[in-house]
């Protein structure tokens, strides 16, 4: 049986995921969390062979949890399951670490069919995944700006983009007004830009969000 354990803020979501899970004769859920924190207080009881995580979450992000289980030396093999735009994140997924990456959008059997996979210890990239890096390579689109920016940097010009405040970035995010501010300071600089309206026009025209 393949172990897994689901990450992600949203119990609908888990839910959802248990009942096409119980649906299969070789994966089973062992456990389900909502933040980092709680996924981390289970690393030591804990001995999963997926993990299924979506990368936005409230405090550290997904892409932080990446790098720990990469640091950590774990076993596990994780697959991102998130809304979060494929042409944007995929790659930073799987340079932190990720085994494979899957839209929310996607059916129930392409979920299963990724798990088992990366349960083998096989990269999962969607057919959309595939054809849109086989793009990005042939165009020479990995030249754009912001992919020079840092994970948190990132995720810190993508909510600029949304309409978020630094005070609400800070509050999302769990850091400080302060932090957040040298964060939009070095976005600003990197992408050569000049304000946050900048920021917003630049995710736009990148399709950031």
Aim: charged share 25%.
């Amino acid at each position: 049986m393949i172990s897994v354990c689901i990450v992600d803020d949203h119990p609908i979501a888990r839910a959802g995921l248990k009942v096409i899970l119980s649906e299969t004769d070789d994966v089973v859920v062992t456990s389900e969390v909502g933040s980092a924190g709680e996924f981390f207080a289970k690393l030591n009881d804990q001995d999963w062979q997926v993990i299924i995580l979506d990368l936005t979450l409230p405090g550290r992000g997904g892409l932080d949890i990446l790098r720990e289980i990469k640091e950590r030396g774990m076993q596990s093999k994780v697959l991102v399951l998130t809304s979060q735009p494929e042409d944007q994140y995929a790659i930073r997924a799987f340079k932190a670490g990720a085994f494979g990456y899957l839209s929310k959008e996607a059916i129930s059997t392409d979920l299963v069919a990724a798990i088992r996979q990366v349960a083998r210890g096989e990269k999962y990239l969607s057919h959309r995944l595939a054809d849109s890096l086989v793009e990005s390579i042939v165009h020479e689109t990995d030249g754009v700006p912001h992919k020079q920016l840092s994970n948190r940097e990132f995720d810190v010009m993508r909510r600029i983009g949304i309409g978020f405040s630094v005070s609400e970035i800070a509050d999302d995010l769990v850091l400080s007004v302060k932090t957040v501010s040298t964060y939009r300071t070095r976005i600003l600089e990197k992408l050569n830009l000049k304000n946050s309206a900048d920021i917003v026009r630049y995710v736009i025209q990148y399709k950031i969000v």
